[in-house]
């Protein structure tokens, strides 16, 4: 049960809305004070706060600014007699969750405690997948970055590659942080491949490349549960599509390849060719571009490639 504070000066208004929340399912406690207010914010830990505005002592204005110094996701709705525009502009400015004017209907308060509790949770949940997201899908990517030492670092370089040139394609921050997502998790399916194919030294004979290429539909299917990263499943599963329609799983060719996926095969391509393996040395820059060249509109769009080689010739892409 949410907890809601309740703090007004006047007691018949005070006790009707801690009445009203009650009856709406909410456990109240009430403080005629917003000193009081502030006591009980740190011995009872409420969900919300409801607070007047026009106060003796602290205004509910005042309080507003305590309570985001202590608490900065902890909502609060105020109440006002005087809604004077300078008012509620001043108590938006400032952060309010929520504006209730006297006199009130029981539905219009119980609206506006169970809207600011919500965009509350909205608020919270998109940190939280801000946060979690990224830091899933690092350590899904170092899960098998560790089964081959010559990976180590692969998928963020590869990630950083992708995002430039997201960036230069004018995608919107969103899109740019799906495609930053699945650089890092493209490879996420070959945790189920097994060693004797993952890890062999020499070139990989017809049977094990049918092995490796399931990758793309284990990462995608191993991604289903998670809400959080299904942003990312379109480019794990699809970045080895060819613009030709020669790649797979799909075989989906031109611009039904989904363009997360199209920028992160060429950033993939320019990231393999330039790091240092065992097998193989790295690429040198005019080898890096010829391979480009040759593949374009072949293996990858045109449009990325000639952007990553704009980008390249500045120096921009390796560094």
């Not at 009650?22 to 403080?31: K, S």
């Not at 502030?38 to 607070?51: A, C, F, M, R």
């Not at 600011?116 to 899908?137: F, G, K």
């Not at 793309?216 to 613009?243: K, M, N, Q, Y």
Request: proline content about 5%; overall charge negative; aromatic content about 4%.
């Amino acid at each position: 049960m949410t907890r809601v504070l309740v703090i007004d000066d006047e007691t018949i208004v005070r006790q009707l809305m801690a009445e009203i929340l009650e009856v709406a399912g909410y456990e109240v406690a009430t403080a005629d004070t917003a000193e009081r207010g502030l006591e009980l914010l740190d011995s009872w830990d409420p969900g919300i706060v409801v607070s007047d505005i026009l106060m003796p002592g602290l205004s509910g204005l005042e309080l507003l600014a305590l309570v985001r110094n202590r608490r900065a996701s902890l909502p609060v709705v105020l109440v006002t007699g005087a809604g004077t525009y300078d008012i509620l502009t001043e108590a938006l400015a400032q952060g309010a969750a929520g504006l209730v004017t006297k006199p009130f209907s029981h539905e219009q308060l119980v609206a506006a405690v169970g809207d600011a509790l919500d965009r509350a949770q909205r608020s919270a949940n998109e940190l939280r997948e801000r946060l979690l997201a990224p830091t899933l899908a690092s350590a899904l990517a170092n899960a098998i970055e560790a089964r081959n030492f010559e990976l180590h670092g692969h998928c963020e370089r590869l990630a950083a590659f992708a995002v430039r040139l997201a960036q230069r394609l004018g995608l919107s921050s969103g899109e740019i942080e799906a495609i930053r997502l699945g650089a890092i998790l493209h490879d996420i399916g070959k945790i189920g491949i097994p060693d004797r194919v993952l890890l062999k030294a020499g070139p990989l004979d017809p049977e094990e490349r049918t092995v490796i290429r399931t990758h793309t539909l284990i990462g995608d299917h191993l991604l289903a549960p998670l809400e959080l990263l299904e942003s990312a499943r379109p480019i794990v599963r699809h970045h080895h599509e060819r613009w030709d329609g020669g790649g797979y799983p799909d075989g989906l060719a031109g611009e039904e390849i989904p363009l997360g996926a199209r920028i992160v095969a060429v950033a993939d391509a320019v990231e393999a060719m330039a790091a240092e393996r065992v097998y193989s040395r790295p690429f040198t820059p005019a080898e890096i571009e010829a391979e480009l060249r040759a593949g374009r509109a072949t293996q990858w769009d045109p449009r990325i490639v000639d952007l990553a080689l704009e980008s390249f010739a500045r120096g921009e892409l390796l560094v």
